[in-house]
């Protein structure tokens, strides 16, 4: 499969009228359930099991669905299955990543995560993106949530219009993919390297701009538990601050 750059809402598919498509099938979880355990997947990620175009189309098809400022609908989505491509863009963030997270970096930052638990649970999730970064290369897919020009400079309300139009389409695309049983984890570190990723895929840089890299796989296994979160006591507020 070519590299896809869809930005007009399709007509809804099979994924609207319960059929599924061939060689997978839907969890059928409840809207509360996926909501509640769709994760950042980085270990158990299949690697091997080839994701169809089909498979994606349908999970875009309801991205497609979420708010969008001013119905602009200002986003692209680039996806490849391409292993070629899917290697070339993996080892970008491969080498970003691995460049970046040294062990001065993990050394100082673990020192800011609080008591023994928090320190223990944020190295449990950097080894975690570790496993990530050295397998990337290995995805069968990738999902590249892009927004129409570049932000670089703009004023504050323009970004939110834009970040808040796309991210909310992109988290669309994860729900989906986790109620067919793909894993997905949104990822930012291979922005460093924008351009170069851009040359991989055919996106033109100077009037597109990237907003995240996702690995898509089937996940291995597909029970997945709620993530630990603080209370929401430190940073909920009802009828004011």
């Known amino acids: 499969m070519d590299v896809q750059v869809l930005s007009e809402p399709q007509r ?15 969890l059928e979880l409840t809207a509360d359930e996926v909501l509640a355990t769709t994760r950042s997947v980085r270990r158990r990620l299949d690697m091997e099991r080839e994701v169809g175009e089909e498979l994606l189309r349908e999970c875009l098809t309801l991205a497609l669905q979420a708010p969008t400022g001013s119905l602009r609908q200002d986003w692209h989505f680039v ?9 070339e863009v993996g080892l970008i963030y491969q080498q970003v990543w691995t460049a970046m997270v040294t062990d001065k970096y993990l050394d100082s930052a673990v020192s800011q995560q609080g008591d023994d638990v928090a320190q223990q649970s944020w190295l449990n999730m950097m ?6 970064a050295e397998t990337f290369p290995e995805t069968p897919a990738i999902f590249v949530p892009c927004i129409t020009g570049r932000l670089d400079g703009a004023d504050a309300m323009t970004q939110a219009v834009k970040w808040g139009s796309v991210i909310q389409a ?3 695309f994860m729900l989906a993919a986790r109620n067919r049983g ?12 924008e351009r170069d990723v851009a040359e991989v895929l055919g996106i033109p840089f100077e009037e597109v701009q990237q907003v995240a890299l996702s690995p898509v796989a089937y996940t291995v296994g ?8 603080k209370t929401d006591a430190e940073f909920v507020h009802f009828n004011g601050w």
Do not use: Y
Request: aromatic share 10%; hydrophobic share 25%; net charge positive.
């Open 12 to 26: 809804f598919s099979s994924c609207l009228d319960g059929e599924g498509s061939r060689g997978w099938k839907m």
């Open 127 to 132: 080894g975690s993106a570790r496993h990530l």
């Open 182 to 193: 793909l894993g997905t984890c949104w990822t930012t570190v291979h922005l460093q390297r």
């Open 222 to 229: 597909t029970q997945f538990k709620p993530g630990r979160r």
């Open 170 to 172: 992109a988290w669309s």
């Open 79 to 87: 996806i490849s299955n391409d292993r070629d491509q899917c290697r």
